[in-house]
């Protein structure tokens, strides 16, 4: 630590009527509140414009639950196999070296960075009708599951590589020494590390997996009862000028998403502590 | 060491493998599929009128979006790490929700705020002002994906560089604004160049929210992400994916912009 990094009691400030980056804050408020809340209060509204009856008729048709469901069980899906995938890409970009490594590892933020109608399409041109490689997966659940994999692909990579590079290699060359092999090693002294890490990745990757439409809509077909996400659904029912059984799905879209965000604060607060 | 090599070997293999089925290959594959009929055909399909309009349009919706959102970043920001006025909280905590919103329901949000039978559809009609079908709605649609990507880069960094050299300022006799163009703005500018990459490239390729609000009319309200789409369902294959590669190349480009900026961008790894 150098001389200048060591905490200086700050000189007391001359108290002021209000506080410090008050005005700022409110700024702030009002700019997030006429970009995002509003339009949010919105939907909220709109989903209860016929009262509580109607939102819930709107929510459980039958193509509207079919679609939250899938939905729900697709991105949980990607999440599992992104988080496995995620570890061992984020386990070879930190403990291996080859070349290319360093270009590899700027790509992976690749899905994030490209417009996901492109993700879409590039995914329709390898396992589309005009596949080089003979697999056909358009217009079904597959096809559903792997357009989510590929957005939410960097969630898990980026939120294990930081730990994973700052983890003390002396607890693994001791466990090591003592006998254990790679394989024990890695479970008992390397995983519990990387727990809270992963998790909030693959919470993160189910957030975004939960919503998504761009990759999705060209590749899904659009099939009720199928390969319709609640995403897609909502879409169509706009188009058709149902505003009221969008909202009150949107909502519930909303409300999962939400969730999942409370929930990676509290893990962020969980990770922590533990470190500490 | 024998059995470690063969570890190491196979565990690279399987996540190089799982990263070319799932990423690199179809990437690769759009663009070998794009410039195989050759350089002319492509040219032709980026420079149709519609393709020419949709490219400026793209260009100026974000140009717009971003400069405001970076603005609101470094405000909220300095509002956030360096301001002790309560609320401080529920902001940082409402500042992700863009990023937990499905594109969709945001579409939806503005048509139910400014459309026909919106909050504010009325007021506006009778004003002659349209907001949703027309270019206002996506401007209001991309101002609200791209919300959080500069707050989230600068208050990191502000919390980091602390706020010694602001308060040596001060004492030196130096005023509010002073103090921030001359010491806040040169430490945090890395920070906000690193969120406005962000922001731009999620502006340049916003889909969801703005094919609802957009209204899609050829020549006027059509982005280039809606172009390729069209193109892709009106069976213009090689037309959609010269738009894609056109955006994948913007993408790349982010890409290199984000690595190149991203040892810059907080001071413990200058």
Do not use: C
Request: net charge positive; hydrophobic share 55%; glycine share 8%.
């Amino acid at each position: 630590m150098s001389v200048a990094e060591l905490p200086i009691r700050a000189p007391r400030r001359r108290r002021l009527s209000t506080p410090p980056g008050a005005l700022g804050l409110g700024v702030s408020t009002l700019w997030l509140s006429l970009i995002v809340l509003l339009p949010l209060a919105a939907v909220a509204a709109r989903s209860l414009d016929g009262g509580l009856g109607d939102f819930w008729a709107s929510v459980t048709t039958r193509q509207a639950v079919d679609a939250l469901r899938f939905t729900v069980v697709v991105s949980l899906v990607a999440a599992a196999l992104n988080t496995a995938g995620g570890l061992l890409v984020a386990w070879v970009l930190v403990r291996d070296d080859f070349r290319g490594k360093r270009v590899l590892n700027a790509l992976i933020d690749l899905p994030f960075a490209l417009p996901t109608i492109v993700a879409g399409i590039t995914l329709l041109a390898l396992y589309g009708k005009d596949s080089p490689v003979g697999i056909d997966v358009a217009f079904t659940q597959v096809a559903v599951l792997l357009a989510l994999m590929f957005v939410t692909l960097p969630f898990v990579v980026r939120a294990v590589q930081p730990v994973l590079m700052e983890l003390d290699r002396e607890m693994e060359e001791a466990s090591a020494s003592l006998g254990a092999t790679p394989g024990v090693t890695f479970r008992r002294i390397v995983f519990p590390n990387l727990v809270p890490a992963l998790l909030s990745g693959a919470a993160l990757a189910f957030a975004r997996a939960v919503g998504e439409f761009g990759s999705v809509v060209l590749l899904s077909g659009n099939i009720p009862f199928d390969t319709q996400v609640a995403a897609v659904y909502i879409f169509k029912q706009v188009e058709s000028d149902n505003a009221d059984g969008a909202a009150a799905v949107a909502v519930v879209l909303l409300a999962i998403s939400l969730l999942v965000l409370v929930a990676i604060r509290g893990l962020g607060r969980w990770g922590a502590r533990h470190e500490g | 060491m024998r059995a470690e090599t063969v570890h190491r070997l196979a565990l690279r293999a399987l996540a190089l493998g799982y990263l070319g089925v799932l990423l690199l290959i179809p990437v690769g594959l759009v663009f070998w599929r794009t410039f195989e009929p050759g350089l002319g055909a492509v040219w032709d399909a980026v420079t149709t009128p519609a393709a020419i309009s949709a490219f400026w349009l793209t260009i100026a919706v974000a140009l717009i979006a971003v400069p405001l959102n970076a603005l609101f970043g470094v405000v909220a920001a300095l509002a956030l790490v360096r301001g002790r006025a309560p609320g401080r909280r529920v902001l940082d905590a409402l500042i992700d929700l863009p990023f937990a919103v499905s594109p969709v329901v945001i579409g939806l949000s503005l048509v139910l705020l400014y459309g026909r039978d919106g909050w504010f559809g009325g007021w506006l009609a009778e004003r002659g002002i349209q907001v949703i079908f027309s270019v206002p709605g996506i401007v209001l649609a991309t101002i609200f994906v791209s919300v959080p990507f500069v707050v989230r880069e600068v208050a990191p960094v502000l919390r980091e560089v602390g706020d010694e050299q602001e308060q040596a300022a001060a004492t030196l006799g130096a005023g509010a604004w002073q103090t921030f163009r001359r010491v806040t703005l040169p430490s945090i500018r890395w920070g906000i160049a690193y969120g406005v990459v962000l922001a731009t490239a999620r502006a340049i390729g916003e889909f969801g929210a703005v094919s609802i609000v957009s209204g899609k009319i050829a020549g006027e309200t059509e982005t280039l992400t809606l172009l390729v789409e069209k193109r892709f369902t009106n069976f213009d294959v090689a037309g959609a994916y010269a738009a894609s590669a056109l955006l994948a190349l913007i993408g790349l480009a982010t890409l290199l912009a984000m690595s190149l900026l991203s040892s810059r961008r907080s001071p413990s790894t200058r």
